[in-house]
C-alpha cells in the first residue's frame, strides 16, 4: 500500500523521491522537469547527476582494493602515484584520504569558496573529463595542515583515491566502479557520463537567474564528466539497490561495511564515504552531494530507506528529514 508523502514535499520541487520501509516501498513519485524547454517530465526512473554522493560509490571501490588485498588503509600517496606531489606531503594515507583527514590542498575549499562555478572563470570547465584533469588546480598548493591532525572536508582527497583506483586497477576510475558496484547491484542507471553527451533517460540540472528571471543548465557550472569527487549519475531506485546490497553484504564483507557507516574521525560527522548523523541519539549514515542545480541525499538505517534527488537544486535536506520521520510513524 503507497502511502501518501506528498504534503511533506514543498509546491515547486523538481526531482524524484522514494521511501521504503521493511523492503516495502512506502511512497515514490517524480516531479517536475528533465527537460524544461521541451516540457519533458522527470520519471521514476529519470538518472540524475548527484554531485558529492559519488565520494561514497569511490570509498565503497577502495575499500573493495583493501579487501582484496591490493591495497591497504596504511598505504601513502607516496608510493601509489607516480607524479610529483610538490608540497604535498607523500606520507598522507589512503585513510586519511578517506576520512578528510588528510591536509592535502583542496581545490574547492568550501569554507574559502561559495560557488563551484567559480572554479572555471580561469580554468575551462570542459577541460575536466577525468580525474587527472584537475591536478593542476590543487599540485602547486601547500598542505592545508599536518596528516591526520583534523578532520576537514576535502574534495582533492577523492581525487585523489580516484587516481589511486586507476594506478592500481589499470583501469579508469569509473569503469572499475562500474565493474565491481554498478554490474553487480544491477545499477543500469548509474554511471559517470559527459554534460555534452548525456545519455537518454537523463535529466539536465538547472540554475534560477535573478536577474533574468528565467532558467539556464550547468553545463557551464561543474565538470564536464564526473571525477573522484563527484558526479555521479543515477535514479533513486538505483541508490536502493547500491544501499541493500552494500547493507546486505554484496560488495564488501559486513565488518567493513559497519566501519564505514559509524564515526571514524573525532568529530563524529564521518565514517568511510558517509556522513553520520547521531543527533538523535541513534546512528543514522547518509550521503548526499550539492552542486549548481544538483541536490542529492539519502539513507537507510533501521529498515527505513530515503532518497531525495532534485535538478533543480531544491531543499532536498528538509524534505528527507521530514520524509524519514513520518516513514518512522508509519
Not at 110 to 116: H, S
Not at 125 to 140: E, H, M, V, W
Not at 218 to 243: H, L, M, Q
Request: charged share 25%.
Amino acid at each position: 500500500m503507497m502511502h501518501n508523502f506528498d504534503d511533506i514535499v514543498e509546491e515547486g520541487f523538481n526531482g524524484v523521491v522514494s521511501i521504503s520501509k521493511d523492503g516495502q516501498s512506502l511512497f515514490k513519485k517524480a516531479y517536475g522537469y528533465a527537460d524544461m524547454q521541451n516540457r519533458r517530465a522527470n520519471k521514476i526512473n529519470t538518472s540524475f547527476g548527484t554531485a558529492s554522493a559519488g565520494k561514497t560509490f569511490v570509498a565503497a571501490a577502495v575499500l573493495k582494493l583493501i579487501c582484496d588485498g591490493k591495497l591497504s588503509f596504511d598505504d601513502n600517496i607516496g608510493d601509489l602515484l607516480d607524479f610529483e606531489l610538490n608540497l604535498i606531503s607523500p606520507h598522507i594515507t589512503i585513510r586519511q584520504l578517506l576520512t578528510h583527514t588528510s591536509g592535502i590542498p583542496d581545490y574547492f575549499d568550501e569554507t574559502v569558496m561559495d560557488e563551484y562555478a567559480g572554479l572555471w572563470v580561469d580554468f575551462p570547465n570542459y577541460k575536466i573529463r577525468k580525474s587527472s584533469d584537475l591536478t593542476p588546480l590543487y599540485i602547486n598548493k601547500p598542505m592545508m595542515y599536518t596528516p591526520g591532525e583534523r578532520f576537514k572536508y576535502n574534495n582533492t582527497g577523492y581525487v585523489v583515491l580516484g587516481l589511486v583506483i586507476e594506478k592500481i586497477t589499470g583501469m579508469d576510475f569509473d569503469k572499475y566502479l562500474e565493474e565491481v558496484i554498478f554490474k553487480p547491484c544491477g545499477m543500469k542507471g548509474t554511471g559517470y557520463y559527459e554534460l555534452d553527451c548525456l545519455p537518454k533517460n537523463c535529466a539536465n540540472a538547472y540554475i534560477y537567474d535573478e536577474k533574468l528571471k528565467r532558467h539556464y543548465t550547468n553545463i557551464y557550472s561543474i565538470d564536464a564528466k564526473g571525477t573522484g569527487a563527484g558526479g555521479a549519475f543515477t535514479t533513486v531506485d538505483d541508490v536502493e539497490r547500491f544501499w541493500n546490497n552494500l547493507l546486505g553484504g554484496k560488495i564488501l564483507k559486513k565488518d567493513i561495511v559497519q566501519q564505514m557507516t559509524i564515526p571514524q574521525v573525532d568529530t563524529g560527522e564521518y565514517g568511510y564515504g558517509f556522513w553520520i548523523d547521531e543527533s538523535g541519539g541513534v546512528i543514522i549514515p547518509y550521503f548526499e552531494g550539492c552542486d549548481p542545480g544538483v541536490s542529492f541525499k539519502s539513507s537507510h538505517t533501521h529498515d527505513i530507506f530515503v532518497c531525495v534527488i532534485s535538478n533543480f537544486g531544491d531543499d532536498v535536506w528538509t524534505i528527507h528529514n521530514n520524509l524519514r520521520k513520518k516513514a518512522l510513524n508509519s
